[in-house]
C-alpha cells in the first residue's frame, strides 16, 4: 500500500521567513520614520499658511488681527488635527503684524524640537531644528 505523506513546512523555514521578513522591516523602517516625519513638517508648513490666510482675512474684516493664545480655539475651530495632534499652533499678534507659529507636539525623539513660524511679511515659512534625522 501506498501511504500519502501530508506536506508542510518545516520549523526551519518557517524561522528561516521570520528573520527575513524581520531584516527587511529592519532595513525599511528608518526610511519609513524619515517619510512620516518629512510629512508631518509639509503638515505644518500647509496649515501654518491656512492660518496666515485665515489672519488676513479676518485682519481684513475687522480692521485687527485674531489672538491666538487659547491654541486649542485655533487647533479645533479650522479643524487642523482630526486624528493625531502633532503640532501646536499659536498666533501672536501685535501692532498691525502677526506671527503663526507650529511646534512639534512629541517628546523624547530627535526631531522633536522643529518649529516652523510664519510671519505677516514673510514669504515662505521659517524653520528651526527641523532636520529629520
Known sequence: MHTKRKRSFTLMELAVVVVIIGVLAAIGYPGYTKLRETTYQKEAVA????????????????????????VNSINDALHLSLTEKNWDYRIQTGAGTYTVTAVRNCTGKPY?????TFTQSSSEPTSAGCNVF
Do not use: P, W
Open 47 to 70: 496649515n501654518i499658511r491656512l492660518i496666515s490666510a485665515a489672519e488676513r482675512s479676518y485682519g481684513m474684516e475687522l480692521g485687527n488681527y485674531f489672538n491666538g493664545d487659547a
Open 112 to 116: 522633536c524640537a522643529c518649529t516652523y
